[in-house]
């Protein structure tokens, strides 16, 4: 066999050389790809635990214009959330039946109140819908979040909420009302457009800022919540002593069960919910154009 020139052997060694690393770099373009995805993906959401008882108890739509949609929509002008005297019942423990019926029912709530604001806001609604279920699935945005309890997939505009064993014994009826309305207040988001505004600059922004994003939208539908619940404020459903509860839960707790900073801190999180309660309008809920000190 005739030997290669060692100057031709050089070239080639060369020429292998690039393809390696051309290969390479294009394996790290592709991954750099794939964690900036503007897909839809289930955002999820925490329940609070129930009180302890007493002793013997795409880059279009990123730009300013997009931007406007989350922080200058036009439902932030509409004032209080309709009251709609929201009245769901008792949740009984062991009852998976009485879950379904008080969860439709709170649903059936958040559906006439938000129908309002999007009427004065003179704004096209559509509800969204409502799965119960008793373990972890996949939806049609992908795999179901660690560390949710219910999660709000844009893909089908369906609320997926699990319910657990442990909440059949032990129901906490203010904390799963607080739960399914976090989840519509995505809803809202979606509907609105506010939504347009955060998927497309998601999927131009750097690992960092999609952290920031994210806690956006995941602390205006904690307001959103908040709002909602602020409209039953004094009934038995919602008493000051299980807000304040629920409130002081999720400032201890709140940021405990998400591997990263994408919800917010705990103290950040009880601080939106206190303020969308306290004023009870959709537009105390304008995170998009809050201070970034105040969305951490």
């Known amino acids: 066999m005739n030997s290669v020139p060692k100057s031709r052997l050089a070239t080639l060694v060369a020429a292998m050389l690039a393809l390696v690393l051309a290969a390479a770099a294009l394996v790290l373009v592709l991954a750099d790809v794939a964690t900036t995805s503007a897909d839809p993906v289930n955002e999820g959401q925490q329940l609070a635990s129930p009180p302890a008882k007493p002793a013997a108890d795409r880059r279009q739509g990123a730009g300013t214009a997009g931007r406007s949609r989350a922080t200058a929509n036009p439902l932030y ?57 008793t373990r972890k699935i996949k939806t049609p945005c992908g795999a179901w979040n660690t560390g949710a309890d219910g999660v709000y997939c844009s893909t089908d505009r369906t609320m997926y909420l699990m319910i657990s064993k ?55 539908a904690e307001c959103f919540s908040a709002v909602f619940m602020s409209t039953m404020r004094g009934t038995p459903l919602v008493t000051d002593a299980d807000w ?30 206190t303020r969308g309660f306290n004023r009870g309008t959709p537009g105390s809920c304008n995170t998009w154009a809050a201070n970034p000190r105040n969305v951490t």
């Open 77 to 133: 002008k509409t004032g209080r959330l309709a009251d709609v005297n929201c009245a769901p019942g008792a949740l009984p423990a062991g009852s998976m039946v009485a879950y379904r019926r008080f969860l439709t029912r709170v649903t059936a709530c958040l559906n006439k109140a938000w129908a309002a604001q999007f009427r004065k806001a003179k704004m096209p609604f559509a509800k969204p819908r409502l799965r119960i279920i």
């Open 244 to 273: 304040a509860y629920t409130v002081g839960w999720f400032r201890k707790n709140g940021a405990k069960g998400w591997p990263q900073n994408d919800h917010g801190r705990g103290p950040t999180q009880a601080a939106w919910m």
């Open 166 to 220: 442990s909440q059949l014994r032990n129901p906490f009826p203010l904390g799963i009302t607080r739960l399914i309305a976090h989840e519509y207040g995505h809803h809202v988001q979606q509907v609105s457009g506010i939504w347009t505004y955060y998927w497309s600059a998601r999927s131009v922004a750097g690992k960092a800022k999609r952290l920031q994003l994210s806690r956006n939208s995941e602390l205006q």
